[in-house]
């Protein structure tokens, strides 16, 4: 159960493994693979290195043994994170000692947290790649082929990789990610990303605006306009001198077409502010669902996370919330066990997720990450088994809540974007309500993906509701 919870993260995409479908195995001499773990960014990401390898004539391929290269878009964001990744290059190791002209590339955030040093680690590899330099790759493959260890792990100030077109990896054509910038600089003591993802850095509004202007021309139905703080997104324009907040990008989208769901991830407590609310509230394509992580119910504790607000700030954040938005699904992130947590401060994370009644929250036990603010000021002291009972807690605590906030749903219909056959039962479809939950019903004839329809909860897991298309 601990695994699986560690697994899944953002989107429920956490650790999961995606390969692209094959974009056209005849067209191109040569193959790539990737697969991609970590966070929905990492996701936008491949897309980027795809369209960047199909520029340099590598077609995508989903099966490993027509590859030319491999990659892996990897994550750090905890050990086992990275423990997942290293496991999977031991397959990849396989490979290549059975095919010596193989290249593997290692990506992302692992690469640009261990560096050359990854070479010496994992001696099979060939390429580390940062974040940042995704455009050096074509170099980088060449310098590969050659026999040499190529690396760029070199962070930017201002890529943002605007001008280019994600090639759209895995993709359902219903619902597409869209990085609206890259980096962090909010130093929260526990988290590796600052690391290695660089300073914060906002993108071109234009570029977001065409990128989503597109998708819609090409029949996407959803955008979920991506960064690790959304809410400081800020960009100005230079040649019109406008400046765009958040708040004034997700109208835009919004206004790209009202059958146009825009949703967003992730928002820090301290940046989201009541514009964003009201404009949320404004446009019924706006999704009404906020993913607003807390870390932990403690006071004291958010101090030496360094998260900049205090419970009771937060408190009053998702009364806000509750007042411009009747109506809207919030989700948290959590950590259990972080250094000097007491039993008290324990008891305020499982009380502070009462009171915020979220449907649905993404669960971990704290895991020391290197050269991390916490890892150097605080001895990382609560016992693993602790942190493994706090955290039980905290999970059983969700099942309830997400178990209540289903049940409040029975009775009522919803607008549901059909995104397509369910896993269970192909004969049944899957898509998601404006709060974000997912919704199984029988498919009504002449259904399509993409199609919204209204649906009338029925009955209810703990994950899940269940209902019939109405008339
Ligand atoms: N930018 C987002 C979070 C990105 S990381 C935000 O500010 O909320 C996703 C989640 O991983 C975090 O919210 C946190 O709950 C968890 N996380 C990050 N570092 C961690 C660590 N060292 N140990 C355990 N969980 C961690
Ligand atoms: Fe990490 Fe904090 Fe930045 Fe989120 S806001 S990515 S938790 S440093
Ligand atoms: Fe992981 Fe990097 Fe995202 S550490 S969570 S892939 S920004």
Redesign the pocket.
């Known amino acids: 159960m601990l695994d699986l919870i560690n697994k899944v ?2 989107e429920n995409r956490q650790g999961e493994a995606f390969a692209p479908f094959p974009v056209d195995e005849n067209h191109y001499k040569k193959h790539f693979y990737i697969e991609s773990y970590g ?1 929905s960014m990492n996701f936008a990401d491949s897309e980027i290195v795809a369209s960047i390898l199909q520029d340099q004539g590598f077609g995508a391929t989903r099966n490993m043994e027509i590859a030319d290269l491999i990659f892996i878009n990897t994550c750090s ?2 050990e086992k994170a990275e423990q997942t990744v290293r496991k999977r290059l031991t397959d990849f190791k396989k490979l290549k000692r059975a095919r010596p002209g193989l290249l593997v590339g290692v990506l992302g955030c692992m690469a640009e947290r261990l560096k050359a040093k990854f070479l010496e680690e994992e001696k099979l590899v060939d390429m580390v790649v940062g974040p940042d330099a995704y455009r050096t790759l074509p170099g980088l493959i060449e310098e590969a082929e050659t026999g040499q260890k190529a690396v760029n792990v070199l962070l930017s100030r201002d890529e943002t990789y605007a001008d280019i077109a994600p090639v759209r990896l895995d993709s359902n054509g219903v619902s597409a990610f869209v990085s609206i910038m890259r980096g ?1 600089n ?1 130093m ?1 003591s ?4 600052p690391f290695t993802r660089g300073r914060e850095r906002s993108r071109d509004a234009e570029s977001i605006l065409a990128e989503c202007t597109n998708l819609y021309n090409d029949g996407y139905k959803e955008v979920t306009l991506l960064g ?2 959304v809410d400081s997104y800020y960009y100005v324009n230079e040649r019109s001198d406008e400046t765009v907040t958040f708040a004034s990008l997700l109208e835009k989208v919004a206004q790209i077409g009202s059958d146009l769901r825009v949703r967003f991830s ?1 928002s ?1 407590p301290k940046d989201i502010t009541d514009e964003v609310l009201h404009i949320m509230a404004k446009y019924e394509n706006i999704c009404k669902y906020i ?1 607003l ?1 807390v ?1 932990s119910g403690s006071s004291r504790v958010l101090q030496l996370m360094n998260r900049t607000y205090t419970r009771e700030w937060y408190m009053a954040k998702v009364d806000r919330i509750r007042e411009i938005l009747p109506d809207c699904g919030i989700s948290s ?3 259990a066990g972080f250094c000097t947590e007491t039993v008290e401060d324990h008891e305020d994370t499982l009380s502070i997720m009462e009171y915020s009644r979220y449907d649905l929250s ?1 669960m ?6 290197p050269g ?1 603010l ?1 890892a150097r000021r605080y001895q990382d002291d609560i016992p693993l088994e602790v942190k493994k009972r706090r955290l039980q807690e905290i999970v059983d605590l969700q099942g309830r809540l997400s178990r209540e906030s289903n049940l409040l749903d029975l009775g009522k219909t919803f607008t549901v974007l059909a995104e397509g056959p369910s896993k269970k039962n192909p004969a049944d479809w899957m898509g998601r309500s404006s709060q974000n939950k997912v919704i199984v019903f029988p498919k009504p004839e002449g259904l399509k993906k993409g199609d919204y329809v209204k649906v009338k909860v029925t009955d209810c897991t703990q994950a899940t509701l269940l209902g019939r298309v109405e008339e």
Do not use: W
């Open positions: 993260h953002d966070c964001i905890r962090c909010n929260c526990f988290c590796v990303v690790q703080n992730t820090h993913h992580p870390q992130d959590i950590i993404y971990f036990f704290y895991s020391e990450r991390t916490a």
